[in-house]
């Protein structure tokens, strides 16, 4: 049963700032990924992490959304680039895109949510969909998408109830998860 969501307050982070915080953020990943399968798997590990984070700061359209509850705590954050149509992400997908997407992606107008995060004990009360919200609503590319562990759950089951349908399958690097590659067509 989803808890009503508690009053947040939103910060937006370019990668300046971002760099600042990363301890912050990397602390919530540790306790979000403390849990299995991901315990033990090197893709998930804090070292991992944080060169995935570390390398993004410099990707063009970076940027990190927190959330605050009304007491300052770190509730959950969600980050994120411009998905330019030279990352090898689309390569994998090309024949499986639809042509709307296919299109976004060669204009450059696709942001890539790379991760969203919300501390396990926050769960189930609407703050990963605030989040999701604030940062897409507030994106210059009208296309978004995302990639999630197949047998991820609940969040798997999220995503498409937000709108995302699943385009194909990926895997980041060949010692990453399968997961769904999934779009949000343009709202506005």
Request: proline residues 7%; hydrophobic residues 40%.
């Amino acid at each position: 049963m989803t808890k009503a969501t508690p009053a947040l307050t939103f910060a937006h982070h370019a990668p300046d700032r971002a760099r600042k915080i990363t301890d912050e953020l990397t602390a919530v990943y540790a306790e979000v990924y403390d849990v299995p399968p991901y315990i033990g798997d090197p893709f998930f590990s804090l070292e991992t992490f944080a060169d995935r984070l570390t390398a993004a700061f410099d990707m063009k359209g970076f940027e990190v959304v927190t959330a605050h509850l009304a007491d300052g705590t770190l509730a959950g954050y969600v980050h994120g680039v411009t998905l330019t149509p030279d990352r090898a992400w689309w390569a994998s997908l090309t024949d499986q895109l639809p042509d709307d997407a296919k299109r976004g992606a060669e204009a450059g107008e696709v942001f890539w949510l790379r991760e969203l995060m919300v501390l396990p004990q926050l769960t189930n009360q609407g703050i990963g969909r605030a989040l999701h919200d604030e940062m897409v609503t507030g994106r210059a590319e009208p296309w978004t998408t995302l990639t999630c562990i197949v047998d991820n759950e609940p969040a798997r089951s999220a995503y498409p109830r937000w709108g995302y349908e699943v385009v194909g399958r990926i895997k980041h690097a060949p010692e990453s998860p399968v997961y769904d590659a999934m779009v949000l067509r343009p709202q506005r």
